[in-house]
């Protein structure tokens, strides 16, 4: 009999675990096919075939920050600050007071110039008179005339004196720090502060291999600070030097870019140049690359086989070069564009990868290209050669 209650316990216990699994499995599938109602994760993304254009090699080297109106104030002659006529870092224009030392000893000596030279007009108009009536002889005459010019020559040194002694600005300009204050006794030559002018442009000096003395004044360079990220200008190159230097034999260049705050004078930056040398290579759009750990990386778009128009990502590895950049092409008419990258492998001419948007696809998602005119056939992307 117990045997028996037991069997039937196991019996229901049997029945009710095989409903419970009937009732989940019915379940579940009600799920997946719920699931499967629904269309398959799409992603819409722009698409481009990989070209052959020719590009140039470029030449990243470091440059210079050159203000074009910049100098060292200094002092010419000794003297004690009786006035300073401006605070660091200050701006100042053409003709303000920058610096006054004390001339009072030299207004003096300009003063009593001033009257000898009154006497001395005075007594060569007299002397004059006398001489025309034959009344005096020629050396009292040619005495007064000296007198008269050498007392006209102390006051124009005097004045020449005072004007040393009184620094103003050469032009609109920032000013630089400075620990003046009044009564300070200066030495000659004595640095005063630095003058940097307010040009809306800024020249970058840089130093290229005698191999690149060909670069033509009115290329395009690109500036990159190296202590700011993000900041990035186009400068033209506008003169060169004439000379070798002696001691790197390498050849000065000068290009010019418009003023930025951010890059004083002195400031090292990195400049990009393109050379001389050009050869064909594989180019995408810079949008289609993506970077992780393992490298930079695209998206080759594989046409979907069950799905007409649709296509399938497939991540793939590839190496750009970040030193080079496509060039104005005879053949083709194509102009510089700075948002093209050179493939040296991973891809092939013709191939379809995604460009804008790809940062949105992951492998084996099911694509859509937006815009697919021209982009059916390898053909339609040919060479530029």
């Not at 007594?123 to 005339?145: C, F, P, W, Y």
């Not at 010019?149 to 102390?154: E, F, G, L």
């Not at 949008?287 to 799905?307: C, E, H, N, P, Y």
């Not at 891809?347 to 940062?359: D, K, P, T, V």
């Amino acid at each position: 009999m117990v045997y028996r209650r037991w069997l039937i316990t196991l019996l229901a216990c049997a029945l009710i675990f095989a409903g419970l699994a009937a009732y989940k499995t019915q379940q579940i599938k009600g799920f997946i096919a719920f699931a499967e109602s629904f269309p398959e994760p799409s992603e819409t993304v722009e698409a481009t075939r990989v070209k052959r254009q020719l590009s140039s090699s470029l030449i990243t080297t470091l440059g210079e920050v050159v203000a074009p109106q910049s100098l060292e104030l200094r002092t010419q002659l000794e003297g004690t600050i009786q006035t300073v006529g401006f605070t660091s870092g200050s701006l100042v224009k053409q003709g303000d007071l920058l610096l006054q030392l004390d001339v009072t000893e030299e207004k003096a000596q300009l003063k009593a110039a001033k009257a000898r030279l009154q006497l001395a007009k005075l007594d060569l108009q007299r002397v004059r008179k006398l001489s025309k009536n034959g009344t005096i002889s020629a050396e009292r005459l040619d005495q007064a005339v000296a007198q008269f010019d050498i007392t006209k020559a102390d006051i124009a040194a005097l004045q020449a004196t005072i004007s040393k002694q009184t620094l103003r600005a050469p032009f609109d300009a920032f000013t630089g720090l400075h620990q003046l204050g009044v009564g300070e006794f200066l030495q000659a030559n004595r640095l005063i502060t630095t003058l940097i002018g307010t040009t809306d442009y800024f020249w970058i000096d840089f130093n290229l291999p005698l191999a690149e003395a060909g670069t033509k004044i009115g290329t395009e360079v690109t500036i990159n600070s190296v202590t700011h990220a993000g900041i990035q200008q186009t400068g033209t190159i506008i003169a060169k030097d004439s000379v070798v230097s002696a001691n790197s034999r390498n050849l000065r260049f000068r290009a010019r870019i418009s003023s930025n705050e951010k890059l004083p004078q002195h400031a090292v930056v990195n400049v990009i140049i393109p050379t001389l040398q050009t050869r064909e290579v594989l180019t995408i759009p810079a949008t289609a690359v993506r970077k992780d750990s393992l490298g930079d990386f695209v998206f080759r778009l594989i046409a979907d086989s069950q799905q007409e128009g649709a296509y399938r990502a497939q991540r793939q590895t590839i190496t750009v070069s970040r030193f080079m950049a496509p060039v104005h092409s005879q053949q083709a008419g194509s102009q510089q564009d700075s948002s093209q990258v050179a493939v040296l492998q991973g891809l092939q001419q013709g191939e379809l990868i995604a460009a804008n948007g790809s940062f949105k696809l992951r492998e084996q998602l099911l694509v859509y290209v937006a815009g697919r005119t021209g982009l059916n056939s390898p053909a339609s992307q040919r060479s530029t050669r």
